[in-house]
């Protein structure tokens, strides 16, 4: 075997080192690259998720507000202006009565008190209302003076109005259509039965009424 010269062996070695070094810094390049790709993955991931996450939260809060923000007014307020009071009602104020009408959810065979009886005209309607919210169909009852500018009762079935009272959000202002109108004496309820509890209710019609036993 040729024996290398000192010159040609340090020439060597030094080739040798070289191409030690290169493979380690391509090794190194090559391990940041992909160290580097999998950090901004899993930023990426962690981002994406949290912004799910997020959704999730504001759907899930939507959902509730927009269950707080549907029903009836729990405190009715005062008649509206120009309705006659009944002069020998069924039902009179103080009396205790039962709803036998289930106008919403709760509402069916609680135990109520008589706060006003009334003589006017009382109408089902059907309305989109003003706030976006689904449209209502067959609401009862809201009768002719919380109509605006309605004409002389009864409207006929199909006619259109102006809702002026608020029983509701969303129904004040709201174009209506008549869906059947009712003369009987109309009420106005506090109700305290479990866990209904409302002042000035409207409106009950007579036979939606009967008396407590």
Sequence with gaps: MKKLNPSA????????LGLALAGCSTTNDAQGSDGGDTHSSLESSSHEDGGHNDMEHSDSGSGMESGGHEGHSMDGGAPPAGIERAA??????????VLTAGHMPGMKNAEATVVGAFDTTAYAISYTPTDGGDPVTNHKWVVHEELKDPGKAP???????TVEAEHMPGMK???ATIDSST??????VDVESGDMKMKNHKWMTESELKAAE
Excluded at 9 to 16: E, F, G, P
Excluded at 183 to 188: A, G, K, N, P, R
């Design 9 to 16: 062996r340090l020439v060597a070695v030094t080739a040798a």
């Design 88 to 97: 020998d009602p069924k039902f009179a104020v103080g009396d205790d009565v």
């Design 155 to 161: 409207l006929k079935n199909g006619a259109e109005a």
């Design 173 to 175: 202002g709201a174009e």
């Design 183 to 188: 003369d009987e004496t109309v009420y106005m």
